[in-house]
C-alpha cells in the first residue's frame, strides 16, 4: 500500500512538473549523489536529471525530492537494502536564487 501511494505522489509530482523536462541547468546527478541511483532505470536517471535541473525554486524541487526519496525507499526495501534516512538536499542551491514569477 506505501510503495502505491509513493508511486502515486511521485506521477502527481512528475505531471506537475513535466514542463521542466527540458530545463538545463548546472547541477547532474549521479550515483555520488542521488539516494536509489542504482534502483533507476537508464531512462528513469535521465528523466530525473532533467527535471532537477529544470527547477526555478526550492519548494517545488524539494516536494519532488521527498515523493522520489519515498519511491527510492519502497524500491530499497523490496530488495531487502536500506537508503539513508534523510538524502542529500540537492536543492539547497535554490534557496538563494530569486524566484522566477
Not at 555520488?32 to 532533467?50: C, D, F, K, V, Y
Not at 538536499?89 to 535554490?94: G, I, K, P, R, T
Request: overall charge positive; glycine content about 6%.
Amino acid at each position: 500500500m506505501a510503495g502505491k501511494r509513493a508511486c502515486l505522489a511521485l506521477a502527481a509530482v512528475s505531471l506537475a512538473f513535466a514542463g521542466s523536462l527540458f530545463a538545463r541547468g548546472p547541477w547532474r546527478a549521479s550515483e555520488g549523489n542521488t539516494s536509489g541511483w542504482h534502483l533507476m532505470t537508464p531512462e528513469e536517471r535521465i528523466e530525473h536529471q532533467a527535471r532537477i535541473r529544470g527547477f526555478k525554486s526550492y519548494d517545488d524541487c524539494h516536494a519532488y525530492q521527498l515523493a522520489h526519496h519515498e519511491v527510492m525507499v519502497a524500491r530499497a526495501s523490496a530488495q531487502g537494502l536500506q537508503l539513508p534516512a534523510h538524502p542529500r538536499d540537492f536543492c539547497e542551491q535554490l534557496r538563494s536564487q530569486p524566484v522566477d514569477r
